[in-house]
Structure formats: structure tokens, C-alpha cells
């Protein structure tokens, strides 16, 4: 009769542990890391993983025009399982750039996780994604905040055609961007190019996309 008693009192006893060291694994688990051996690694990015999210992020004329550039810090973390959680711009440039290297970030492939003492733990990143206009994107930008401080819209010709509205070319499929003023913009286009004049020229095989 004793024994009989003593065996359910047993089986709760080791219930009890095992649910103890599940807890403490769900626990162990939930930590994450600054400083590891071996930091996360993005397959395809190579050492610089900065520089490549910056690829994935449609850096367009929408922002090149308005002079946008400098560095977006981000943080993140990447899980013990590879995934990518937690993204937050610590120091942002642009709410619309910001929102799109968020974007990028989450859509990420999946990672190589960091480990600690040899075993995959979840690590916080920290990266720049920088980016910068050429010398000439950074000219035609001040030029433009001149005109639009003036309440003097230009007009924008794509190709040899008039622009109405608004037009988003990428990055990858312009060739040249550039801005005509005074006397020689009204000779070209007509007394509607009082303002000035963008002049965009694409490459060949990619249409504008108009919105």
C-alpha cells in the first residue's frame, strides 16, 4: 500500500522538474546577444552586408531630387533559427527611404545565425546604409530647392516628352539628369520653362513608371 502511494507522489515530482527545465530553455531561448564568436552572416552579401541590403532599396529620383542622402542606422535581430525580427531605424534621413531599408531588411534571405561557446544564439546587428549622390545629383538638388523655395516649379522632360504629374525612373535605367535655366530653357521648350527645365534622359528597355 505504501509503495502504491509513493508512485503517483513520484510521478508528479519528476512532471514538475521536467516542466522546470523546459521553462528555463523557453528562458534561455528569449536572450539576445551584442557580442558573440561568431557574428550572423546574409548568404549572397558577402563582408559587407551594409552593402547590400543598400542594393535591394529602390534609391530613385524621387529622393536623388530632393537631395536625400546620408546614412540610415538600423538595428535588428537575427534569431537562433536564422529569421530576422525587431528592426528599428535608429537614426533615419527619410521617412519614405527609412520605411524601404525596413522593407528590405525584413525581406532579407534567410541569415546564418551567430553562436556563442559553439552553439547558434540570437545576436543584435547594428549596420549603417549609407547612401550618397554623385556631385552632379547633389548640384541639380540644391538648384531645385532654390526654385521650389521661390515657389518656381521647372519642368520635367522625360525623353524629349513633357511630363505630367509625377514620374518615378530608377536608378538603373537613367543616363543623364540635368537642369536648364533662363533665357536658354525659354529658347528650347517655350515661355512654360520660365522656372527652368529637368532634363532626364532613360536608357533603352525600361519604361517610367507613372503614378
Not at 540610415?72 to 533559427?81: D, G, R
Not at 522632360?157 to 537642369?179: C, F, M, T
Amino acid at each position: 500500500m505504501k509503495a502504491s502511494h509513493l508512485l503517483p507522489s513520484l510521478i508528479i515530482l519528476l512532471s514538475c522538474m521536467s516542466n522546470t527545465l523546459v521553462a528555463q530553455d523557453v528562458i534561455t531561448d528569449i536572450n539576445v546577444y551584442t557580442t558573440v564568436d561568431k557574428m550572423p552572416r546574409l548568404k549572397g552579401a558577402g563582408k559587407d552586408i551594409s552593402q547590400h541590403i543598400r542594393k535591394q532599396v529602390d534609391y530613385n529620383d524621387s529622393f536623388k531630387l530632393r537631395g536625400v542622402e546620408g546614412d540610415v542606422w538600423v538595428s535588428f535581430v537575427v534569431t537562433f533559427y536564422g529569421e530576422v525580427m525587431q528592426v528599428e531605424v535608429e537614426k533615419g534621413i527619410d521617412s519614405e527611404l527609412d520605411a524601404l531599408v525596413i522593407e528590405a531588411l525584413k525581406e532579407s534571405s534567410k541569415w546564418k545565425p551567430g553562436e556563442l561557446d559553439k552553439k547558434k544564439v540570437n545576436t543584435k546587428m547594428r549596420l549603417p546604409i549609407r547612401f550618397i549622390l554623385s556631385n552632379s545629383e547633389r548640384h541639380m538638388a540644391r538648384q531645385l530647392k532654390v526654385l521650389d523655395e521661390q515657389d518656381k516649379r521647372p519642368l520635367f522632360i522625360l525623353d524629349d516628352k513633357l511630363i505630367e504629374g509625377l514620374v518615378q525612373v530608377h536608378d538603373y535605367n537613367v543616363e543623364s539628369i540635368r537642369i536648364i535655366k533662363g533665357e536658354k530653357a525659354i529658347k528650347l521648350y517655350g515661355d512654360r520653362a520660365e522656372n527652368g527645365v529637368v532634363v532626364i534622359t532613360s536608357k533603352n528597355g525600361t519604361d517610367p513608371h507613372r503614378f
